[in-house]
C-alpha cells in the first residue's frame, strides 16, 4: 500500500512539473507578443509625431505666402511636373527671387521666409548638442504655382519608417528620393491667392 502511494506521488509530481513548463511557454509566448505590441506602438507613435510636425511646417509656409502675396512667385520655387527642386535634406535655401515679382523688400521677405522654412525643415528648431532634432526624417518641402488652375501648392514630404501606399501621383513633391516610392510621406495644401490690385 505504501508504494502504491508512493508511485501515484510520483506521477503526480510529474504532472505539477509539467503543468508548470506549460505555464513558463505559454507566458514566454504572451511576454513576446506584449514586445512585438510595444514596438509596433513605438513606430506607429513616430509616424504621428511626423505627420504633426509636417502639418505644422505646411502651415507655416502657407501663412508665409499669404502674407507676401506681391511676391508670391518669389515662393514658388519648385516644378510642378518633377517636384524639384525642393527645401530641406539634400538642398540650399535660394539666395535670390527669380521671378521678379513686388518690390525688393517684399522680394528679400519672400527669400527670408524660404531660408526660415529651409533651416525647419532641416531641423533647426530643436537641437539636442549640435545635432537638429526638430523635423521629420528627410524632410523636404516644395511650393510650386499651378497655372491652369491659378493656385500655388505647398507640399511636406518626409520618410515614413514604414512601407504604406505611395501619394497620389499628383504630389510630385521630392519623388523618387526616399528610395522607396511608398515610403514617401506627404502632406499638400492649395492656396488660392486673392487679387487686391
Do not use: F
Amino acid at each position: 500500500m505504501l508504494i502504491r502511494q508512493t508511485k501515484i506521488m510520483n506521477v503526480q509530481r510529474g504532472y505539477v512539473l509539467l503543468e508548470v513548463l506549460i505555464s513558463i511557454v505559454i507566458l514566454a509566448i504572451g511576454l513576446l507578443g506584449v514586445a512585438k505590441l510595444q514596438a509596433s506602438t513605438r513606430q506607429l507613435e513616430m509616424e504621428s509625431y511626423q505627420r504633426a510636425q509636417a502639418v505644422i511646417l505646411l502651415q507655416d509656409m502657407v501663412s508665409r505666402l499669404s502674407a507676401n502675396r506681391a511676391s508670391a512667385s518669389c515662393y514658388a520655387i519648385t516644378d510642378l511636373s518633377t517636384g524639384t527642386p525642393y527645401l530641406g535634406t539634400g538642398e540650399t535655401a535660394p539666395g535670390s527671387c527669380a521671378s521678379g515679382a513686388g518690390k525688393t523688400a517684399q522680394q528679400n521677405a519672400a527669400v527670408a521666409d524660404l531660408g526660415q522654412w529651409h533651416n525647419l525643415l532641416l531641423g533647426n528648431s530643436e537641437q539636442i548638442g549640435n545635432n537638429n532634432v526638430g523635423a521629420m526624417v528627410g524632410a523636404r518641402g516644395c511650393v510650386t504655382y499651378d497655372a491652369a488652375n491659378d493656385v500655388y501648392v505647398v507640399t511636406v514630404t518626409w520618410q515614413g519608417l514604414m512601407k504604406t501606399t505611395a501619394p497620389s501621383s499628383g504630389l510630385s513633391c521630392a519623388k523618387d528620393t526616399y528610395g522607396d516610392d511608398a515610403q514617401r510621406r506627404a502632406v499638400s495644401a492649395v492656396v488660392q491667392l486673392a487679387k487686391l490690385d
